[in-house]
């Protein structure tokens, strides 16, 4: 009996140390993660954050730049023609796409939906304003029926998206 009291008295304290030891080493840890997270998150914040505003910032100029309104004063005088100006205007459409299409990383693929709807839109209305005017009229008969379409639908063809990319930045920064 006395060797199991003994035996006791040593147990019993030596397992309230160990037990002591587990909690302070589990709290350091759970510290150290914690800032090992907080670490992570400001690295992510002060990189990738403005990466992706700066996407943003650039599909808004997308949008703005294809905008019929903004793409018909900008191109105005470049071409003698309805057939060259509507190739003319599709190309700048294209190439505008291409050199941002790499930003579609940084936003939701539904706010992307939405840009590459847009652009569309602005194509498809520069299309059938072409097509109801005869090839070798003036340019400006182009922008006539591309500004009477969009007088009669009463909206921008890029509005949604730029609220829809607004929305988002709104979102995630804000």
Known sequence: MDL???FLKLIVPAGLVLYGMYLTV????EREADRHRYDVKTRYTETVVPIRLQAYERMVLFLERISPNNLLLRLGGSSTTVLE???RLLQEIREEYNHNLSQQVYMSQGVWDQIQAAMN????????ASGDTRPDAPALELSKRIFERIIQKD?????DALQAVKGEIQAMFM
């Open 4 to 6: 199991l009291s003994d």
């Open 155 to 159: 909206r921008q063809p890029t509005a």
């Open 26 to 29: 589990k709290l350091l840890l």
């Open 121 to 128: 839109d602005v194509m498809t209305l520069i299309n059938q």
């Open 85 to 87: 100006f509507q190739q």
